[in-house]
C-alpha cells in the first residue's frame, strides 16, 4: 500500500522520526477514558486517549494499548473490558491508571466506586458514559494492538464537561 501511495503521488516517503510523530500528535485533542477489566478478583485498567466509535450497527468500539500493556492481557484473559469516559473531575483518576502514580493492578481501583458491567468488567459508577464491551478481535500492529470492543451495554452519568488531553495535559474541554 506505500508503494501504491509513492506511485500515485509521485513522492518518496521517508522515514518519520518518533519524537516529531508524537510532537504531531500532540495537536489532536482527545476525550479520555480508562479502559478496564476483571478475571475473577483480578482488575487490570489503563488510561486511554484512543477510543473512537467504530459501527454503528452492530455498536463496535476502537480502543488502542500497548502491546506490552498487563491491561491488553488481562482483557485478552477476561475476554471483556469497559471503556469509562472521565469528567474534568476525573484528572486523578486519568493519572493513576496512566501509570503516573506509580499504582497497578486493583490497587488503582481503590477509593472509587465501581459496579460490575454485564460483561464482568469494571464500570466506573461516575463516568460521563461508560461502555461495558466483549472483545470481538484484536489485532497487532507494530507498538500496539486495536482492541474491536462490541458494546453490550451502556451506562450514562452526569452531564457536566469531559476532561481531554491535549498537548501532553489533561484539561477541561469547554
Known amino acids: 500500500m506505500i508503494d501504491e501511495a509513492e506511485r500515485m503521488t509521485g ?13 504531531a500528535m500532540r495537536s489532536l485533542a482527545s476525550g479520555v477514558a480508562i479502559v478496564a477489566a ?4 483480578a482488575r487490570v485498567g489503563a488510561t486511554i486517549s484512543s477510543l473512537a466509535s467504530l459501527s454503528l450497527t452492530p455498536p463496535t468500539l476502537i480502543i488502542s494499548l ?3 500493556s498487563t491491561t491488553l492481557a488481562g482483557l485478552r484473559k477476561a475476554g471483556a473490558f469497559s471503556a469509562n469516559v472521565l469528567a474534568a473531575r476525573h484528572e486523578h483518576l486519568a493519572d493513576r491508571f496512566s501509570g503516573r502514580s506509580g499504582l497497578a493492578g486493583a490497587k488503582r481501583f481503590e477509593g472509587q466506586r465501581w459496579a460490575e458491567g454485564v460483561t464482568g468488567a469494571p464500570i466506573l459508577t461516575d ?15 507494530h507498538s500496539h494492538a486495536i482492541v474491536l470492543g462490541s458494546v453490550v451495554s451502556i ?3 452526569p452531564d457536566e464537561p469531559a476532561l481531554v ?7 477541561p474541554s469547554q
Open 38 to 41: 476483571a478475571d475473577g478478583e
Open 66 to 68: 500497548s502491546r506490552s
Open 127 to 141: 463516568a460521563l458514559v461508560s461502555f461495558d464491551c466483549l472483545v470481538e478481535e484484536v489485532i497487532e500492529r
Open 155 to 157: 451506562a450514562e452519568g
Open 165 to 171: 488531553h491535549w498537548r501532553g495535559v489533561f484539561a
Open 11 to 23: 513522492q518518496r516517503l521517508r522515514n518519520v522520526d518518533m519524537s516529531a510523530f508524537r510532537h
